[in-house]
């Protein structure tokens, strides 16, 4: 990528920041689906709305009219989302217009996929952090312009964190741990202790992906809200492969609509829609394993076996560690990156949904009042410790929560079709801690965690009579899934606390892997005008959070797209 192309980037860039105006939440070009035509033409058609797709769409509206897609509604429809103190709320709510769509994988583990304009970034826990520069290398991604396009999304969504109380005794814990060096405040990841990004700003409020349509041409970009898209149509006459050239999709209210590419060989339908959902349109499509399609009687337009192949979720293992004394309400904000490839992150003082509340409520009072615990907890403890535990129910919690989550991971599973419609969930099966390596990092990134908690720094923070090894009871016996539990008590090995309290951070991927499903373009292999930019691409969780590469690979997609397109034109 040469001298031409950072001229017709830096000229792109002065442009839309000079004559593009519309700030968030005064869009005028997003609108309900109900609003759209049957059937309209565009140069580009995004199917998803999230940590990509909004980025992506803002880039491309620089030099062509987009469409953008989203099934789900607007995060500014509802200020409680945009709130640090909603975060559980907001990301376990279960109505049918909540931003969060839950599913149970076939593992046994909750979970949740996005269903709202930003995408993941508008219910997640809000931590900012670049991929490793080994991760840039090793994917192909051109260095200078990857850069360049963090910068350009961290100028709308980055902040740095306060680092209050909990968290600063956590970043000193990870420093007696061993967890060395300190990297102070930083966007990179490098090996050590660091604080770094949030999307959350110094008053609390969150800046998601939809945030950066602050960019977009506001006469060129169209973004239509609760529109389900639900089929990928195919020209299969006169030309070589199968062409994408229309998506049919329908609004809240059921009407059927069509969207179509203007005629040029430039203009190409994009899938944004996520780990789940790009895969699983696909399929509906009739792009994937031939033999899957046919039994659903979808017909089958090309016979691409790796589509829904290679799902992997990063296995999350925590303890819950209520705390003598006030903690702040605060999400991830510092993380101890570790050689032996285990995140170690933490987060306090969250409110919770009551069915959560109420549960962890029951089985703490449970647990705490156990007399064959070999520690005994005083009852001045026990009183404490319930009285902090029941005001989950009225407030936030006294309480902080340290987590590790892996690299990777290793182990891989997939995802099938359950229904022909694309706004139900499919079935998906991530096999956590198939491959042992896996396992041997969840088990030293809990030894991490427990140094931690034996650290000076949390020692402030802890009931004196709660010991380790009552906190690892208490995470066994709190309800995290649906898997089998194994024995309570010093017996269990933290290989068996790994498998059996496993959860997800909500960084899966893959499905549509690149030199699997896409080629270095991120083209469909097989088809024509289609291609898929967003997380389902990955075969590895980029750093320790996943949603600042989403954005940056949305904008460097795009300019990579916008530069093909003009020098085709040309």
Known sequence: ??????????????????CFAEKAPYYTFVKDATSAP?????????????????????????????????????????????????FATTLLDPSP?????????????????????GGGSVINAGFYTRASLRYVREVGWTESLVNSSYE?????????????????????????????????????????????????????????????????????????????????????TGTAKPTAHCVTFYDHVGA?????????????????????????LLMLSGVGPANELLKRGIRVVVDQPNVGQGMSDNPMNALFVPSARPVEVSLIQVVGITRFDSYIETASGLSLAPSWAQGLTRDYTSF????????????????????????YLNGTIRAGVILEKIMGPRSTGHLRLRTLDADDNPS?????????????????????????????????????????????????????????RHVVGASISLEQFCRDTVMTIWHYHGGCQVDRVVDRDYKVIGVDGLRVIDGSTFYNSPGTNPQATCMMLGRYMGLRILHDRDRISF
């Open 1 to 18: 990528m040469g001298l031409q192309f950072w001229r017709f980037a830096a000229i792109i860039f002065l442009f839309h920041g000079f």
């Open 97 to 117: 217009t909540s931003p969060s769509q839950q599913f149970i994988s076939e593992d046994g583990v909750y979970n949740a996929r996005a269903r709202v304009l």
């Open 38 to 86: 049957l059937i309209s033409y565009y140069d580009y058609i995004i199917v998803g709305g999230g940590t990509s797709g909004c980025p992506l769409a803002a880039t491309l509206s620089q030099n062509a009219t987009v469409l953008l897609l989203e099934k789900g509604g607007s995060p500014y429809e509802n200020p409680n989302i945009t709130d640090t103190g909603n």
């Open 256 to 280: 059927r609509h069509r969207a179509c590419l203007n005629n040029g060989g430039k203009n190409e339908i994009i899938l944004s829609a996520g780990a789940i959902g790009s895969p699983q």
């Open 368 to 391: 705490l009042n156990k007399t064959d615990i070999p520690s005994l907890v005083t009852p001045e403890t026990v009183a404490e410790a319930v009285e902090t535990v029941n005001s």
């Open 428 to 484: 998906v099966t991530f096999n956590y801690f198939q491959e042992p390596e896996d396992l041997v990092r969840c088990v030293q990134g809990m030894r991490t965690i427990i140094d931690v908690l034996n650290s000076r720094a949390l020692s402030k923070f802890r009931y004196p009579d709660v010991s380790v090894q009552e906190l690892i009871d208490l995470m066994v016996n709190i309800p995290t899934n649906l898997r089998p």
């Open 152 to 236: 350009w999304v961290e100028k709308k969504v980055a902040h740095k964190p306060p680092m209050l109380q909990w968290q600063s005794a956590v970043r000193d814990g990870l420093l007696e741990a061993g967890v060395l060096p300190y990297n102070g405040f930083t966007f990179d990841h490098i090996y050590g202790t660091k604080v770094s990004g949030t999307i959350f700003d110094e008053d609390g409020h969150r800046h998601s992906a939809a945030d950066l349509l602050e960019y977009a041409d506001p006469e060129k970009l169209t973004v239509y809200l609760r529109a389900v898209v639900q089929r990928i149509k195919f020209t299969e």
